[in-house]
C-alpha cells in the first residue's frame, strides 16, 4: 500500500433507531457500527425491512438515530441541529431513488439545472449528462426517455453538485435487468472518476461484486461485512 488510507467519512456507533412505543415498537436499527471511507463504494445488501433504508436516510440527514452517534467527519449527525443537518445534506449529500422524481415539463438538462442553480461549485449539467452517457438526449423530455434513461438522469442531477457522498436506494429496482446494468455502469462511473464515496442499496447479490465492501444487514443489524479484494487491491495502489 502506498501512503496513508483515506480519512474515514462516516463513523457510525452504536446506532439504534426505534420507531413507536411500547407493543407497537420497531427495532429498524439494534446497534450498528461501521466505518466508511472517503472513496469507497459500499453495497448495502439484504431483504426488505432489514434495515438498509433506516441508516442511508441517517446518513442523509434525513432522519436521526434514536441513540448511538452518526458522525461525518467531524460533525455528528445525531445530535446536530436541525439548520446544520440542513446545510450539511444541501453541500455534501447526493441522493439517487428508485424512482426518479424528475420534473415532467423540463428537459433532462434542465432538470440537472436545478441542483446547479443552488449547488456552490457545480459541475456543468453537460458534463454530469456526458458522465452518464446521456449528452444525445440533453434536450428531451422525461416521457421521451426510457427508465433507465431517466434514472441516469436523476444520477447526472444528483452528482453535479459534486456530493462528498451519493447514496442510492435501490436506484435499479424498476427496472429490467439490462437496463439495470447501465445504470449501475453510471454510478460505478461516478463513483470512480469523482471520487465521490457511495452507498448503494439492492437486494440483489449479484450487484454485491460491484463494492469495495458488502454490508449485508438482517433484522436491523449487520450480519457481516466482506471486502472485494479486487476492487480493494485496485483503489490501493492509489492510496
Known amino acids: 500500500m502506498q501512503g496513508n488510507a483515506p480519512e474515514p467519512v462516516f463513523r457510525l456507533r452504536g446506532v439504534r433507531k426505534q420507531y413507536g412505543e411500547g407493543d407497537a415498537v420497531v427495532l429498524a436499527l439494534r446497534g ?17 425491512g432489514s434495515g438498509k433504508s433506516t441508516l442511508l436516510n441517517i446518513l442523509g ?17 445525531a445530535t446536530a441541529a436541525d439548520g446544520v443537518v440542513t446545510e450539511y445534506r444541501r453541500h455534501h449529500v447526493g441522493f439517487v431513488f428508485q ?32 458522465l452518464v452517457g446521456l449528452s444525445p438526449r440533453a434536450d428531451h423530455f422525461p416521457a421521451q426517455l426510457s427508465g433507465g434513461e431517466q434514472q441516469r438522469v436523476a444520477i447526472a442531477r444528483a452528482i453535479a453538485k459534486r456530493p462528498t457522498v451519493l447514496l442510492c436506494d435501490e436506484p435499479t429496482g424498476a427496472l429490467d435487468v439490462a437496463t439495470g446494468v447501465r445504470v449501475l455502469e453510471a454510478i460505478v462511473t461516478a463513483n470512480e472518476r469523482l471520487g465521490t464515496t457511495t452507498l ?15 454490508v449485508r444487514f438482517a433484522d436491523g443489524a449487520i450480519r457481516s461485512v466482506e471486502v472485494n479484494l479486487v476492487r480493494r487491491q485496485a483503489a490501493e495502489l492509489h492510496w
Do not use: K, W
Open 32 to 48: 450498528v457500527d461501521l466505518t466508511v471511507r472517503a472513496g469507497e463504494l459500499i453495497v448495502l445488501l439484504g431483504p426488505s
Open 200 to 214: 448503494l442499496i439492492t437486494h440483489n447479490a449479484d450487484i454485491a461484486q460491484l463494492g469495495d465492501r458488502v
Open 61 to 77: 440527514g434525513l432522519d436521526r438515530p434514536s441513540s448511538g452517534d452518526a458522525f461525518f467527519r467531524d460533525l455528528n449527525l
Open 99 to 130: 424512482f426518479y422524481n424528475l420534473i415532467a415539463s423540463l428537459t433532462a438538462q434542465e432538470n440537472v439545472d436545478l441542483v446547479t442553480e443552488v449547488a456552490d461549485d457545480p459541475m456543468p449539467s453537460s458534463e454530469a449528462l456526458a
